[in-house]
């Protein structure tokens, strides 16, 4: 069974950082791309950054400058290193990635069970 685990998260101040991974744990063929999602209170969720097995990134406009992903293929992880944190950066963030589970299957979107990233003094 393929899961997403993820780990990090918490409390921080304005300013502060934090860093948030995840892994892919089960068997799989591949993972072709990983990413960061968020849901803020009574928001929907969106897209905090992306990044391709082959290194490609994408980042929200929002976390520009302040986050950093990157991505381990050989361990299957991928990890957010957010910095300057604020309180509108205060969400629920999940986990993303698009996964081969065997080669007669189609890519298809796993999710983690979420983390709770709270901004305040």
């Known amino acids: 069974q393929v899961q997403l685990v993820e780990s990090g998260g918490g409390l921080v101040q304005p300013g502060g950082s934090l860093s948030l991974s995840c892994q892919v744990s089960g068997m799989v063929v591949g993972v072709t791309a990983m990413g960061w999602y968020r849901q803020g209170p009574g928001k929907e969720r969106e897209l905090v950054a992306h990044i391709t097995n082959i290194g490609s990134t994408t980042y929200a406009d929002s976390v520009k400058g302040r986050f950093t992903i990157s991505n381990d293929n050989a361990k299957k992880t991928v990890s957010l290193q957010m910095n300057t944190l604020k309180p509108e950066d205060t969400a629920v963030y999940y986990c993303?990635?698009?996964?081969?589970?065997?080669?007669?299957?189609?890519?298809?979107?796993?999710w983690g069970q979420g983390t709770q990233v709270t901004v305040s003094s």
């Open positions: 993303n990635a698009r996964i081969i589970r065997t080669w007669s299957e189609e890519s298809r979107d796993y």
